[in-house]
């Protein structure tokens, strides 16, 4: 699936000076993208762990928490549930690991970073493939509520 990946177009998706190679092929689900999606075969299961780095562009001290949804099946645990910045333009880091037992061709669920006043969503999708469940990064997309 990932076979078709080159350095051009991983630079494409990335904007930045990546290099496409067989050893760094099974983390392309680390690019940082604020979605996250995984594959399943029917009636399978597959647990993935996501790396991310936040940077705040809100109040200067400010502190999120976690608020995770998820439907039967889709298991979603986030390390470091709660971000508190002293700045804008402080990086914080949290790991999101998520499971998911597919008995439909598709769940989907979130993870809101709320501080109270502000919300930000990233959208959670695990599907069903015909090959062996992967993480994987496809059409990311991010919805901000106020």
Not at 10 to 29: I, P
Not at 76 to 101: D, M, P, Y
């Amino acid at each position: 699936m990932w076979a078709s990946y080159s350095t051009k177009n991983l630079r494409l998706v990335t904007g930045d000076n990546s290099t496409y190679t067989q050893a760094n092929n099974g983390t392309v689900w680390d690019l940082n993208y604020p979605s996250f999606a995984l594959s399943a075969t029917s009636s399978g299961s597959v647990t993935c762990v996501f790396h991310r780095t936040v940077s705040n562009v809100g109040l200067p001290v400010s502190t999120y928490t976690a608020v995770v949804g998820a439907p039967s099946g889709l298991s979603i645990k986030v390390s470091r549930s709660v971000l508190s910045f002293k700045s804008i333009g402080q990086k914080q880091t949290f790991v999101v690991t998520i499971e998911a037992t597919l008995n439909s061709s598709r769940l989907s669920g979130s993870l809101v970073w709320d501080d109270g006043m502000y919300r930000v969503r990233s959208p959670i999708v695990a599907y069903a493939a015909w090959d062996d469940g992967m993480c994987q990064v496809r059409n990311p997309v991010v919805a901000y509520a106020a």
